[in-house]
């Protein structure tokens, strides 16, 4: 976890995967504080962008209801990769 990740780079999955990764290492107590305040700063970007991934997705959903016709074709396609 000593390198800096691009968290844009990644799928909302593989950063969720990411943080569960660093919140069990931080739960489990072995880790030096360097180390530790450098996972607390990784989690905190991962944690942003999944946050933000989902916020888009929940405002790409709400689009979708509000379509009265159901007709998907007005709609561009959502993308797992940020934008």
Known sequence: MGEKIKVDSLTFEEAL???????DSMENGNIALDALISQFEEGDLLLKYCNKRLNQAELKIEKLK???DNS????????????
């Open 17 to 23: 995967a990411k943080l569960e990764t660093i919140v």
């Open 72 to 83: 998907f074709e007005n709609f561009e396609s959502f993308d797992t990769k940020d934008d």
């Open 66 to 68: 509000e379509n009265s």
